[in-house]
């Protein structure tokens, strides 16, 4: 258990749909990442907040966002769903948000578009 | 755009073998960690290397990272079916964030 819990576990939607991924960060962790996983892509990082403030940002599509409140959680929202947009979603966190801070992995919210 | 490209993608040998799985970039990286995930969860930090040349060993595992930090190791002694699962490396990029660049990973699977 790496103390990083996302929910939901799994999720059915339609196309055209929105969904939102709720993560809660390990106790004390500052930062949160959410990165998406597909097996013709494999993990990819969509964005990092620190401390509420959007910090990096990667391949992220314009129909997701994503935000961090005050307590540290963290939610993903996609919407206008697509058939490609089925995946399994990671949210991680660590202490701070440096490079060479060790991330931990939730479980993931596996997402699947009908 | 940094990339990491890592190899074999699959690997399918018998329990006591050696493997080694590789991680290549054309970009420096501050550091390279590897990872390991099995199927339902998350993946879980094996270890970081930070600096060029670095080796570090954890039982029967060894993991290199290259002189130039553009590339990394894995090498696995004696392989056991406890070792099957999904190997990553990931490499952190010189910008102030804590952004990872992963592999597109090895799937390893040791047969008893």
């Known amino acids: 258990d790496s103390g990083v819990t996302q929910t939901p576990k799994h999720l059915i939607t339609a196309t055209g749909q929105r969904v939102t991924l709720r993560c809660s960060p390990r106790?004390?962790?500052?930062?949160v990442y959410w990165y998406q996983q597909s097996l013709d892509q494999g993990l990819q990082f969509l964005i990092q907040?620190?401390?509420?403030?959007?910090?990096a940002k990667g391949n992220i599509l314009e129909r997701f966002s994503a935000q961090q409140f005050p307590d540290l959680h963290s939610e993903l929202n996609l919407s206008s769903l697509e058939l490609g947009d089925s995946a399994l979603y990671f949210c991680?966190?660590?202490?701070?948000?440096?490079?060479?801070?060790?991330?931990?992995f939730g479980e993931g919210s596996w997402l699947t578009v009908v | 755009t940094q990339l990491l490209e890592q190899s074999p993608q699959f690997l399918s040998i018998q329990e006591g073998e050696n493997l080694t799985v590789y991680c290549n970039s054309s970009?420096?990286?501050?550091?390279l960690q590897w990872y390991r995930q099995e199927p339902g969860e998350g993946p879980v930090l094996l270890v970081t290397?930070?600096?060029?040349?670095e080796v570090k060993k954890l039982k029967r595992l060894t993991f290199q990272f290259g002189d130039a930090r553009k590339d990394s190791s894995l090498h696995i002694t004696a392989a056991q079916p406890g070792d099957t699962g999904l190997y990553l490396c990931?490499?952190?990029?010189?910008?102030?964030?804590?952004?990872?660049?992963f592999g597109q990973g090895t799937t390893l699977q040791v047969k008893p």
């Open positions: 991680a966190s660590s202490s701070q948000g440096w490079p060479g801070n060790t991330i931990y």
């Open positions: 106790s004390g962790d500052l930062s």
């Open positions: 907040y620190y401390n509420g403030e959007e910090r």
């Open positions: 970009s420096v990286f501050s550091s």
């Open positions: 290397v930070v600096t060029g040349g």
């Open positions: 990931a490499g952190s990029g010189s910008s102030n964030t804590g952004k990872l660049i």
